[in-house]
């Protein structure tokens, strides 16, 4: 057998990992997994919500696809800064773009920047121990407003209406532990746009919510106005559990979680910072359009989070659907404006098709975009290719190898398990790397490093 065909593959989270996963059943690939990040996973390890644990079992089949000879990780590499499309065509037969959506929707209303006023994707960041992410200091808020009703949305609300002891098996970083068990918001609150038939979130995820302990849901919309036996599956569910939570009296309650439907944010109001949010009471016009009835109401809130979706982020030099907000593409094949296929160009996962669906909807995706990429490389003769580590030491890069990664693992590991807990997020770009490089053993993460 000849020399591998190689592919790289920018963007080592689930997307990209299940994108190696399906070459492998391909024999005669080997395959390098970029991320600009030193550590794998992508949203596995930085957009999971940390108590949902269960899905830990996706992890553990996705390492899986690293301990194959023909699979390598390749950290602190950004597509773009260190290595250019050009460069990367260079070195591979092909390359597949698994870089998500890196960008957050905004609503687009005044005082939507001022202080308090955040994407729920920096709050996800921030308790999920992202080395970029900014703190968040919960100090003195005492209601929240969450914009959306998407899933992203239930897992901020979720993790506000936590209890400390329920947050302290998850892996969070010990500032954001403290920062999240010190908190004394009352009200939270979730803000839809549309009504509770037209809400996204998943009913698990939903049911979930709506049934913690010492929470006491508040539904503001009337839910038998809706007619259930035109809904179809999930929204009926979700319907159904929000029925079954407006009935619910929790007499030890020491938070309301509101459901409010019909609602969409004209203004975040605040003078230095936020101290509340106008909303305009909504409708649907004849053609099903969604319209403002002029009626307005002002929450008092001292945080709000806007979980209303994410986009794709252009990547240098590679074509992009401004409007989309992905890469243009036919079945994972890379197209540019006019529909022209871009050889040996592929994309998977959310900046392939947008923002939607779970981890698991990512393995079909990247199969579809694997099986074009393998029939194209069946017919295309091997490139003459720059070796990958010749391109590395003429670009001085130094990226961090799995083996790396597996340092960074175990001593999240020993960290967590210090204090009983099965692992701790390193959340500094300083420990993180130090113990990449084999600079020493993990030191217990002051406040200062978030
Ligand atoms: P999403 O499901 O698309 O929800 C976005 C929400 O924002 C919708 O309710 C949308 O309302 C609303 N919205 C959009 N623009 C708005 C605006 N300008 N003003 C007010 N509301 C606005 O997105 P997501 O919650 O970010 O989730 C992204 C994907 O990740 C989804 O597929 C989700 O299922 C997945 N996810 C899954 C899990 C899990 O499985 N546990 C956890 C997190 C995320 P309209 O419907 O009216 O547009």
Redesign the pocket.
């Known amino acids: 057998m000849g020399e591998p065909r190689r592919v790289a593959i920018v963007g080592a989270g689930p997307s990209g990992i299940f994108a190696a996963q399906s070459l492998l059943g391909h024999p005669g690939i080997a395959v390098d997994l970029y991320d600009r990040l030193p550590t794998p996973y992508g949203l596995l390890r930085y957009g999971v919500?940390p108590d949902?644990t269960s899905i830990k079992g996706v992890g553990e089949a996705l390492a899986r696809v690293f301990e194959s000879p023909d699979v390598r990780f390749l950290g602190l590499v950004e597509f773009g800064k260190d290595v250019t499309r050009k460069e990367l065509l260079g070195a591979y037969d092909a390359v597949i773009y698994a870089a998500g959506a890196a960008e957050d929707?905004e609503?687009a209303v005044p005082g939507e920047n001022l202080p308090g006023s955040d994407s729920a994707r920096s709050f996800v960041a921030w308790y999920s121990g992202h080395p970029d992410a900014t703190p968040f200091r919960l100090t003195g808020v005492r209601s929240v407003v969450t914009?959306?009703?998407?899933?992203?949305?239930v897992?901020v609300s979720r993790i506000l209406c936590k209890t400390a002891s329920e947050l302290t098996p998850t892996d969070m970083p010990d500032p954001v532990l403290n920062e999240l068990r010190g908190h004394v918001a009352r009200d939270v609150w979730i803000v839809?746009?549309?009504g509770p038939q037209?809400?996204?979130f998943?009913t698990p995820?939903l049911r979930e919510l709506l049934t913690l302990p010492h929470v006491q849901p508040v539904v503001h919309d009337a839910l038998d106005e809706i007619d259930l036996t035109t809904l179809e599956r999930r929204p009926r569910a979700n319907v159904e559990a929000m029925k079954i939570a407006a009935e619910r009296s929790v007499p030890d309650a020491s938070l309301r979680l509101h459901l409010l439907f019909w609602h969409?944010?004209i203004e975040v109001e605040g003078r230095h910072r936020v101290a509340g949010i106008t909303l305009e009471r909504t409708a649907l016009d004849d053609e099903g359009h969604l319209i403002g009835t002029g009626e307005e109401r002002t929450i008092q809130c001292e945080l709000v989070l806007r979980?209303?979706?994410?986009r794709g982020r252009a990547l240098d030099g590679v074509p992009f659907d401004e409007v989309r907000g992905i890469i243009p593409n036919t079945v994972g094949r890379v197209t540019d404006a006019r529909g022209r296929v871009q050889r040996r160009e592929y994309a998977v996962g959310w900046i392939k098709r947008g923002?939607?669906?779970?981890i698991g909807t990512n393995k079909s995706d990247a199969a579809e975009t694997v099986a074009a990429l393998v029939a194209d490389l069946a017919d295309q003769p091997p490139h003459v290719l720059e070796p990958v580590e010749k391109m590395l030491r003429r670009k001085g890069l130094r990226p961090t190898w799995y083996e790396d990664w597996m340092r960074i693992d175990a001593a999240e590991a020993a960290l967590g398990g210090r204090y009983g807990r099965a692992r701790t997020k390193i959340a500094s770009w300083s420990d993180l790397l130090d113990i990449a490089r084999g600079r020493g053993p993990a030191r217990r993460p002051t406040s200062r490093d978030l």
């Open positions: 919500a949902h929707a609503m914009v959306g009703v998407g899933n992203v949305a897992d839809g746009r549309r037209h809400a996204s998943t995820e969409r944010p979980a209303i979706g994410y923002p939607t669906g779970v």
